[in-house]
């Protein structure tokens, strides 16, 4: 049975019962009260995890506003108790919004991706141990060592941030499988350090590859401070497979499917990501709704009706949608935000002749 943890802490029942339906059975309702035995009778795994997670999101809201309040408790002024007071409560109502979003975008998942659990088949003898002789390199996604991406992030022609990615000759090993590590990090327009992160990645024999983990580091520079150096505020979306519950989950595959839908990240309330496979032949001008925010000089140079498209979606941020963009031989080569109309493009690699020609934003 799902529930909603309203402010007074109380529990009920979601009206939007309908969505649970879509992802298991009348039944579940039934069996849900009885817990977990319920849940492994029901087979309704994915849902229960939904459910438990909604859980754990309406009491984490409650010791944020509780906390809160401890903080406006201390405020002297009557006016400026009273304003955090009033900023707590809105904090509190849009959570709990928040809460209800990450349900219903959970329980749409639970009815792509099924009910079964999550438990892929992580065995090291599946994987490459010697990244400089792969059995089967993915080819929209090379994990060459000395790989290098440099990427131009900004709306309408006004850049926000620099993105530069390079694969190193570091390896990390995850659960018993050697993982290669990419450095990935991003800057201000100005030049100034935003985020570090050493993403994890495992080369599979058939061609697959699997995102093992991440290490986010998140830095803020602030007025005042003698010298001006990043500060580390932040280590939000860390995790490592086999740790905490974490898993491993899949950044490109060997074979792409369209409309197949998989999961990127899984480690439960802290990184959740799906990505669904919208086209694997993509060429500019053929497709109005996928070429919406790309640039057409860069499609073009690097797509002949082989480009691949995949959607992704942050189960933890509903709304927020981005779009990738795959090209042979070079990755990753946009990111699109159909939404904010944002953008992050190639400008810069060393993966391939045509990294040469990119053209400038």
Not at 146 to 153: F, I, K, L, S
Not at 176 to 199: H, I, Q, S
Not at 246 to 263: D, H, M, R, S, W
Not at 292 to 308: E, M, Y
Request: glycine share 8%.
């Amino acid at each position: 049975m799902t529930y909603d943890n309203t402010p007074d802490g109380n529990l009920a029942l979601l009206p939007g019962q309908r969505r649970i339906a879509l992802a298991g059975s009348v039944l579940t309702l039934a069996l849900a009260c009885l817990g977990p035995a319920g849940a492994v009778a029901a087979g309704t795994y994915c849902s229960d995890t939904a459910a438990a997670l909604n859980r754990a999101c309406g009491f984490d809201l409650q010791d944020n506003y509780w906390v809160a309040v401890a903080v406006c408790t201390n405020e002297t002024d009557m006016a400026d108790r009273k304003a955090c007071l009033a900023d707590a409560e809105t904090a509190r109502s849009e959570e709990k919004g928040l809460c209800k979003e990450q349900l219903a975008g959970r329980l749409d998942a639970c009815a792509v991706l099924g009910e079964g659990r999550y438990d892929p088949p992580f065995e090291p003898r599946f994987f490459d141990k010697d990244f400089t002789r792969l059995t089967r390199p993915n080819r929209y996604f090379p994990l060459g060592i000395g790989n290098h991406w440099e990427y131009w992030t900004g709306t309408r022609g006004v850049q926000s941030e620099a993105n530069i990615v390079e694969i190193l000759s570091d390896t990390k090993l995850i659960d018993e499988v050697t993982c290669l590590v990419a450095r990935d990090l991003v800057y201000e327009a100005d030049g100034a350090l935003k985020e570090a992160t050493d993403d994890w990645f495992a080369q599979a024999k058939n061609g697959d590859v699997w995102y093992c983990g991440e290490e986010v580091k998140n830095y803020e520079f602030f007025e005042g401070d003698q010298p001006q150096a990043p500060e580390l505020v932040g280590v939000d979306g860390r995790f490592k497979a086999d740790i905490e519950g974490a898993k491993p989950g899949f950044i490109f595959k060997a074979n792409p499917v369209v409309g197949e839908t998989y999961l990127e990240e899984f480690s439960l309330a802290n990184a959740e990501d799906t990505a669904q496979v919208f086209s694997k032949t993509y060429n500019y001008g053929e497709d109005a709704e996928l070429d919406r925010f790309v640039p057409r000089r860069l499609a073009q140079l690097l797509c002949h009706h082989d480009c691949v498209v995949t959607e992704n979606v942050s189960l933890l941020e509903p709304g927020i949608v981005e779009r990738k963009y795959y090209a042979l031989g070079i990755g990753t080569f946009l990111e699109t935000n159909p939404d904010s109309g944002e953008i992050t493009r190639l400008v810069k690699c060393n993966v391939n002749a045509l990294c040469a020609s990119l053209p400038a934003p």
